[in-house]
């Protein structure tokens, strides 16, 4: 069992910038990826990385402004999120791809750990 903790939520003001960080208990070759979830939405993809990190693809409502990134030796994966918009604000999910280390997935079925999940409040 792997288990995934986020942290680096907060309230923030429209433009202003957040990093967060998901720390994994494992260091295995898994890809990785960020999702949210805003009130009465569904959960919806951010952006994912390879084990490798030489990959990493984005949503077209945060390409530009947000950037995955990871560090192997620490075992955690960050999100850092610029230009904030109030239409941002969600709680945010990372998620482990246990089933392959290459791809880059962005579907929530590609996914077999979750964590918590850190609130994000981006105010206008």
């Known amino acids: 069992q792997v288990q995934l903790v986020e942290s680096g939520g907060g309230l923030v003001q429209a433009g202003g910038s957040l990093r967060l960080s998901c720390a994994a208990s494992?260091?295995?070759?898994?890809?990785m990826g960020w999702f949210r979830q805003a009130p009465g939405k569904e959960r919806e993809f951010v952006a994912a990385?390879?084990?490798?990190?030489?990959?990493?693809y984005y949503a077209d409502s945060v390409k530009g402004r947000f950037t995955i990134s990871r560090d192997g030796a620490k075992n955690t994966v960050y999100l850092q999120m610029n230009s904030l918009k109030p239409e941002d604000t969600a709680v945010y999910y990372c998620?482990?791809?246990?089933?392959?280390?290459?791809?880059?997935?962005?579907?929530?079925?590609?996914?077999?750990?979750w964590g918590q999940g850190t609130q994000v409040t981006v105010s206008s």
């Open positions: 998620a482990a791809d246990a089933r392959s280390s290459l791809r880059v997935a962005i579907s929530i079925g590609e996914y077999d750990y």
């Open positions: 494992t260091r295995r070759n898994y890809g």
């Open positions: 990385i390879s084990w490798s990190g030489g990959n990493t």
